[in-house]
């Protein structure tokens, strides 16, 4: 679980839980209780100010004081009210209405304070005046004022038309009185201020009343009600936030709780994650210490900690094309492996494709598909799988697993970066023991091919100048076996010595081939063809006791090589079997195809991937025991008195050389056996096509340029190319070649350069063919497999001939050089004659 989105859930719940507290706390419930307040002191004031009128109109206040201030009170709770209702749209409309009633009230309050101090000026003076006249001597005036004073009296006390309409006759009555006495301007004064009040009493009352109408509590209720109403929907959400703050609570425990035992597994898991560590790195220390010897002890000491941490049953380090004393193997007492386990889980892994490194983890196998990989392992009784694989050296997988057997599933583990780390030690110190064996197997084959190179550098310098006083002896026989009569006793000794001298010259020939380092020019060659040609060679060749059997199981095989060096290869093995059956026998030659999937160390190569051909060669013979297997393909080593022991070596040789291998198996009384791994051609190469070998004619007197530097074998080479029917001109020097060549172009029919001895033949044909273009040039080298044929088209070069020469195989590359130029020489006429 990641940090932050954990901080972030907690902050909400806190800010959740703060708000909830808030709005739980009711705050607004001040407000509700000001404004409860605020509309109680507007009824009380408005009471107040109507007492207030009331005493104003009954005389017993003398000011206005108390009014005044009554009604500033009534406007202050007006406006308390109205700020405490804030921006609640219906409490506003509410207070409103209310505020326009008070607008009213006010207005009659004004009202009512003008009339009231008319009313009681007029009352004051009334009075004043009808007391004066009610002592007056006219009885009959005071007595109308008396009535009048009554009625005035009765009309403060009701107002009805009636009073006022019998106030208004008495007035009537006293103004038309005429009185001549000094009471006259009194009377005229008080029927004044009588009309006056008979005037202004109606309507001080008019406006009583409608004082006391207005003061109706129907608009304060309103108020109230949606006060109470607000207040009561603020605390049932109160209770609700409480509730909720009470839930949020809850939740915020929960989560604390929750984290607390995430941080006891995470805690448990750091302490389980160092252990690992520290036994990793022990782990690792005992490789750096230990010893080849003792590796495969600490390796399986190594799997056991390893398979603890996940309850495994066993564990197992291995990979591909490794042999057997490379796989570790550890499991637990009464656990055994399967004979076909690990090689199974490293098929297995390779079936899993999710990159050259993966990790595949089934803690408890559970199979679904039939082809599934839970379903192959549930047959293998894996119960629950994890594997680490990767790429070691030279491109093969290796895996390390641990497998739950007996137990129903391996313990959850999530470090499988840890596991990685310990599959890197374990590889790393198996791959440094696999490359302390591959150095010292490296230094044995590099003193091996020191050995080699030296062994072959003497024979071919050896060879070379045996093979020169070989040709000598085959020529001075040729030329002497020319002057005599066939069947005497003389020929019979040159026949002889020519065997004598061929097999000298076979014996040059493959030590020349052994030391030979250079590689000729490659062919696709059939092999089934192959060994039908080595087939009617070996027919003349074998015993009468022995028999071939050849067996092929693919008929379109095809190699990369050069034919007369794999059918060297092939007679070689068959002779020496033919040799070591002393009893009536067969030899079995087998032609296999392989597939290489994953480099595969044979002998002292390291074949590639690929397809191979795999040419075996058994005998029934009394095979060799491990010492003679040792040394079976050194050089010179041999078991028979007349062997050469170039046989084997020359054939390990020409195989390592076309890319391929050779094992031996064998066992004293149980026969021998060879294979040779050949890689198979390319689909594209073109297959080879043996042709007959030309017929040796002789010559018609063709002109023949021969360039050899030894002066002696020089004149051996014009006798037998004039006992061939040529006539030979010698050269012994390049220059007087070249002149010769620019003075008559059409001389020479053809050319022959011989070996020169510490240099280089094909130089001198390049010098050769740049004095005479058109001269078909022979190049005679004890060795036809150096030149590469665009070097050879370049120098002029049509044929190749060894040397020293031999009359047979001289005449046919004479007759088929010339037969070419002739056929030349022939398109040219048609052409021009065209």
Not at 80 to 106: M, P
Not at 295 to 308: F, I, K, M, P, T
Not at 679 to 700: F, K, M, Q
Request: hydrophobic residues 45%; aromatic residues 6%; contains cysteine.
């Amino acid at each position: 679980m990641k940090i932050a989105p954990a901080t972030v859930g907690v902050a909400f719940l806190l800010a959740l839980l703060t708000w909830l507290a808030l709005n739980g706390l009711n705050l607004n419930s001040d407000r509700y209780d000001r404004q409860t307040q605020a509309l109680s002191d507007f009824t009380r004031y408005e009471r107040g100010m109507s007492r207030e009128v009331l005493t104003s109109r009954a005389g017993l206040s003398r000011n206005y004081d108390a009014l005044v201030a009554m009604v500033d009170a009534y406007d202050a709770a007006l406006e308390r009210l109205r700020e405490a209702a804030g921006t609640d749209r219906e409490q506003i409309a509410a207070i409103q209405v209310l505020a326009t009633r008070a607008a009213r009230q006010e207005e009659l309050v004004e009202q009512f304070k003008s009339k009231n101090a008319l009313l009681r000026n007029s009352f004051t003076y009334f009075s004043l005046f009808s007391a004066r006249l009610s002592s007056s001597d006219d009885r009959p005036l005071v007595a109308d004022v008396s009535a009048l004073a009554a009625a005035m009296l009765q009309l403060t006390l009701d107002t009805s038309d009636t009073t006022a309409g019998e106030l208004q006759s008495r007035l009537d009555n006293l103004a038309r009185l005429q009185i001549t006495s000094e009471d006259n301007d009194l009377l005229h004064a008080a029927v004044a201020h009588g009309q006056l009040l008979h005037d202004l009493l109606p309507d001080v009352d008019v406006i009583l009343k409608a004082l006391v109408a207005e003061a109706s509590n129907r608009e304060q209720d309103a108020v109230h009600a949606l006060i109470v109403k607000r207040q009561l929907a603020a605390r049932v959400a109160a209770r609700k936030n409480r509730l909720l703050q009470y839930l949020t609570s809850l939740l915020l425990l929960g989560a604390l709780v929750y984290f607390g035992l995430l941080l006891r597994a995470r805690a448990k898991a750091l302490r389980r994650r160092a252990a690992f560590e520290h036994v990793i790195a022990n782990i690792s220390m005992r490789f750096i210490e230990s010893h080849r010897d003792g590796l495969r002890g600490h390796v399986e000491s190594a799997l056991a900690e390893l398979a603890g941490f996940i309850g495994a049953d066993r564990a197992y380090f291995a990979w591909s094309a490794a042999p057997a004393d490379n796989v570790y193997r550890w499991a637990r007492e009464g656990v055994r492996f399967d004979q076909t386990w690990p090689n199974r889980a490293l098929d297995l892994a390779q079936r899993f494709d999710d990159g050259e490194d993966a990790i595949v983890y089934i803690p408890k196998v559970r199979p679904s598909h039939p082809e599934d990989l839970a379903h192959l392992l549930d047959e293998a009784g894996v119960r629950g799988w994890l594997c680490i694989k990767a790429l070691s050296g030279h491109g093969r997988a290796a895996i390390l697993g641990f497998d739950a057997v007996e137990a129903n599933a391996l313990s959850k583990w999530a470090e499988f970066a840890l596991f990685r780390t310990a599959f890197d030690a374990i590889r790393n110190a198996v791959g440094r023991v696999v490359l302390e064996q591959e150095k010292e197997r490296l230094q044995a084959s590099l003193q091996q091919a020191r050995r080699m190179e030296t062994i072959g550098t003497f024979a071919s310098g050896i060879a070379h100048n045996f093979n020169n006083i070989v040709g000598a002896i085959l020529g001075y026989v040729e030329i002497a076996d020319t002057g005599l009569k066939s069947g005497s006793r003389s020929a019979t000794s040159l026949a002889e010595i020519r065997r004598a001298g061929e097999r000298a010259r076979e014996l040059v020939g493959q030590i020349l081939t052994f030391g030979r380092r250079s590689q000729g020019a490659q062919e696709r060659i059939c092999i089934r063809t192959l060994i039908e040609e080595t087939k009617a060679l070996l027919a003349a060749s074998l015993p009468s006791h022995v028999k071939l059997m050849v067996s092929q199981r693919a008929e379109t095989i095809t190699v990369s090589g050069e034919p007369a060096q794999l059918q060297q290869v092939i007679l070689n093995l068959c002779n020496n079997a033919a040799q070591a059956m002393e009893d009536p026998g067969f030899i079995d030659l087998q032609i296999t195809e392989r597939d290489v999937i994953h480099p595969l160390s044979i002998g002292r190569t390291e074949l590639r991937r690929g397809r191979f051909a795999v040419i075996s060669v058994s005998d029934p013979g009394p095979g060799m025991d491990d010492a003679t297997l040792e040394q079976v393909f050194e050089p010179f080593f041999t078991t028979r008195s007349e062997g050469n022991g170039l046989g084997l070596a020359t054939v390990r040789e020409i195989v390592e050389q076309h890319g391929g291998a050779v094992t031996v198996r064998s066992k004293p009384g149980a026969g021998t056996r060879f294979d040779i791994w050949l890689p198979c051609g390319l689909a594209d190469e073109p297959i080879s096509v043996d042709h007959a070998p030309s017929l040796a004619l002789r010559g018609t007197g063709e002109t023949v340029l021969v360039l050899e530097a030894d002066r002696k074998r020089l004149l051996r080479y014009e006798e037998i190319l004039a006992a061939l029917g040529y006539e030979p001109v010698g050269f012994s020097v390049l220059a007087e070649a070249e002149a010769a060549c620019r003075a008559a172009r059409t001389r020479f029919d053809v050319a022959l350069v011989c070996h020169v001895p510490g240099g280089s033949s094909l130089d001198l044909a390049y010098l050769l063919h740049d004095a005479a273009p058109c001269l078909p040039i022979i190049l005679a080298s004890p060795s036809v497999h150096q030149f590469a044929a665009p070097l050879l088209a370049t120098a002029g070069v049509t044929e190749l001939v060894h040397h020293p020469l031999l009359s047979a195989e001289l005449a046919a590359a004479l007759s088929r050089c010339l037969a070419v130029v002739a056929a030349g020489k022939r398109i040219k006429r048609i052409a021009a004659a065209g």
